[in-house]
């Protein structure tokens, strides 16, 4: 084992631990050694994919401004989902229009469609109840479903920042190519007009 994967093993570690004492909420030392065992342990038999080179056209890559701006969006509207979940909740009557609307994504990287579907999860009033690899579509179950243009418009923008944020090459040129096509097939229903 070679220094640099040493540090990202101790990284990992480290990353998991902090994670589990914040999933159980307390600062002992009987949380801390249990998170560090788990953290072993999950390190030792979960089944990673092998890293690929770094000029690979697959590997992930994080761009830190993206980043920053990805996880601004979502703090934003886990806030605002949380408000009109809670506004909904404390209101006498009901708006809660349920439905699932199917959402073709432009790339078909794993990473970005995880991404994308945990934090449609995460978010009060959406849960991704099925992802389907090839082509890449997610099922999301809506609570507040009143248009579903703009349900599949908010769920591409997310998307669109995931691949910007920790998109390969190869997935920020399919996204690319995507926006491409569809901005060309605009442009010719317009000219059929």
């Known amino acids: 084992m070679n220094r640099f994967s ?16 914040l999933l159980w909420g307390d600062l002992s030392f009987a949380n801390v050694a249990s998170g560090i065992v788990v953290a072993l342990f999950v ?9 690929l080179r770094r000029d690979d056209l697959q590997t992930p890559r994080v761009r830190p401004v993206a980043l920053l701006y990805f996880m601004g969006f979502v703090l934003v509207e886990l806030v ?7 506004w909904e909740i404390i209101t006498p009557g009901s ?3 349920n439905g699932v609307v199917a ?5 078909t990287q794993p990473i970005t469609m995880m991404v994308v ?7 009060p009033g959406t849960m991704t109840i099925e992802a389907k690899g090839d082509p890449a579509v997610l099922y999301v179950n809506v609570l507040f479903l009143h248009d579903v243009e703009a349900v599949r418009r908010d769920l591409l923008h997310l998307e669109e920042l995931a691949v910007k944020a920790f998109g390969s090459r190869e997935a920020r040129q399919q996204f690319a190519d995507s926006v491409e096509r569809a901005q060309l097939s605009t442009a010719d229903e317009r000219g059929q007009q």
């Open 6 to 21: 040493g540090m990202r093993a101790s990284a990992a570690i480290l990353w998991l631990t902090v994670l589990w004492i």
């Open 43 to 51: 390190l030792t038999f979960a089944r990673l994919p092998r890293l």
């Open 80 to 86: 605002k989902s949380n408000l009109i979940l809670a």
């Open 95 to 97: 708006r809660i229009n």
């Open 103 to 107: 959402v073709p994504l432009r790339t």
């Open 117 to 123: 579907a945990n934090v449609i999860t995460l978010t």
